[in-house]
């Protein structure tokens, strides 16, 4: 009788802890943000079988989960000349910057701003924030600006220009007057 008593106890118990325990995987449940790469100082080419897609340079960066992000990125492709900023995050073919982006295309077409992203697919730069736009003696502003690199079409909101239509025009007003007030209204908020 002690031992029937025993095992009914024994088995009220278990049944008790089995029911009322929450059992779960923890590392299942929960996303883990592995650092994947970490680098200082180091240039990253993109290449496919057919050709060299770009070359972007850190001088800082991590890759977590398939993301990249950089510090004072420097990039280069056949379109773009030179794009800096001070921060770039990679997802996908996307580049994100932000913080004195500047992007140089080879035919004298300069940008300036503090926010854009660069699509590399289809070779769009949009810029989400305040910029100027130098094009050859042309000074361009606005609040922001989608440019499609392949058909060289541009969309750009608040737009103010200055575009001189003759050669022999003297400049009067030049893409540097734009950038010095561009920094100027920066630095004071």
Sequence with gaps: MKLELLLVVLIALTSYVTM??????????KEE?????EF????????TTQKREGVAFGTYGVRVNGIMYMDNIRYHNEKIKLLLADKGTYIGKKI????????????????????????QKVEVLNVTSPFVACIR????????????????????????????????????YR?????????????QG
């Design 20 to 29: 009322t325990t929450k059992l779960s995987d923890q590392r299942v449940t």
């Design 33 to 37: 943000k592995k650092k994947e790469l």
């Design 40 to 47: 200082t100082n180091t240039t990253f080419t993109e290449v």
């Design 96 to 119: 994100y910057l932000d913080g004195n982006v500047t992007v140089h295309q080879k035919a004298e077409h300069n940008y300036y701003a503090e926010h854009a992203n660069y699509d």
């Design 137 to 172: 003696r042309d000074v361009i502003t606005g609040d922001t600006l989608i440019y499609n690199m392949k058909p060289k079409e541009a969309f750009a909101t608040s737009v103010r220009a200055v575009f001189y239509t003759k050669k022999n025009d003297t400049i009067t």
């Design 175 to 187: 893409c540097e007057d734009e950038l010095r007030h561009f920094r100027n209204k920066k630095k």
